[in-house]
């Protein structure tokens, strides 16, 4: 269950990554 709620958690993270640089290019 915690590994569960680790890949929830950085999930996101890596989106926002991905969307991020989008928006400031």
Do not use: W
């Not at 269950?1 to 290019?25: D, F, G, H, W």
Request: hydrophobic share 30%; aromatic share 0%; net charge positive.
């Amino acid at each position: 269950m915690a590994t569960k709620a680790k890949t929830s958690v950085s999930k996101p993270k890596e989106e926002a990554k991905k969307v991020i640089p989008k928006l400031e290019e």
